[in-house]
């Protein structure tokens, strides 16, 4: 009776301390896991910030590009502002009556300015950003 | 052991990180070819110089036809080819714009 109890006594250890030891295995290979988690989340983390670099240096460019864009817009009304300004200023039918050898000439010269610089802006192999040319107003008459 | 029994059963789960970058390439097309303009000859006649100008044309051009504009749709003109101007000035610069948009960036593929 009593061995039989040691005995039982025994074999309830041996299987605790079996279960204990599964136990423990399995803690440690979920710690492994845990900790190869932890590696990869690191990464992921640095691929992130990367990721929000790319983003922010994007946005950066972006807004450059915007407002070179920007300028270069207002720029191209630069030409259509002097000539309106230049026709309001002078009295155009005046100045023909008057002196129309004068004006004749230059409007000529306006003329075959604004066709050299319409060549100009649509050459392809010049300069990518649109060249700020004359504005081809500075000649008082011209069109 | 017996309440954390169940953790045996469940293992850690693995994360798996699966890093995809996607960039699209557009290729920058050739500019269309320069515009090619005529000369134009340009005569302002008023009552000071119409006979000059009646026999200065006919000993150029051979003929006394010839196309008048007034001096107000002259101004009209040349404000339509300021617009014109304007918008392919415009127009480019719009097109310069998304080519550097596009453009790949090259101190990031350095980097790379």
């Not at chain 1, 990464?43 to 460019?61: F, G, H, P, R």
Request: with cysteine; charged share 25%.
């Amino acid at each position: 009776m009593f061995s039989s109890i040691r005995i039982a006594m025994i074999l309830v250890l041996l299987t605790a301390a079996g279960g204990a030891f599964l136990y423990v295995k399995n803690l440690q290979k979920n710690l492994e896991i845990a900790q190869a988690n932890v590696a990869k989340m690191e990464v992921a983390l640095e691929t992130s910030e990367a990721s929000n670099k790319l983003l922010q240096d994007e946005a950066i460019k972006n807004a450059e590009l915007n407002k070179q864009l920007t300028e270069d817009l207002q720029k191209a009304e630069k030409y259509g502002d002097e000539l309106r300004a230049t026709l309001q200023k002078h009295n155009l039918t005046h100045l023909a009556n008057k002196k129309p050898g004068l004006i004749e000439k230059r409007m000529q010269n306006a003329t075959n300015k604004l066709w050299d610089d319409l060549e100009s802006i649509t050459d392809p192999n010049a300069n990518d950003r649109v060249q700020s040319t004359d504005s081809g107003t500075a000649d008082k008459n011209s069109n | 052991m017996l309440t954390t029994g169940c953790s045996l059963l469940t293992p850690e789960p693995q994360i798996k990180i699966v890093t995809n970058t996607v960039k699209t390439t557009v290729p920058i097309v050739a500019h269309p070819k320069q515009v090619q303009l005529n000369d134009v000859k340009i005569y302002v006649v008023s009552k000071e110089n119409y006979e000059e100008f009646v026999k200065e044309f006919e000993a150029k051009n051979g003929a006394d036809a010839y196309i008048a504009i007034s001096v107000k749709d002259y101004e009209n003109l040349s404000l339509n080819f300021a617009e014109l101007r304007r918008y392919i000035e415009q127009q480019k610069q719009i097109i310069v714009y998304y080519e550097e948009a596009v453009k790949p960036d090259t101190k990031q593929e350095k980097k790379e």
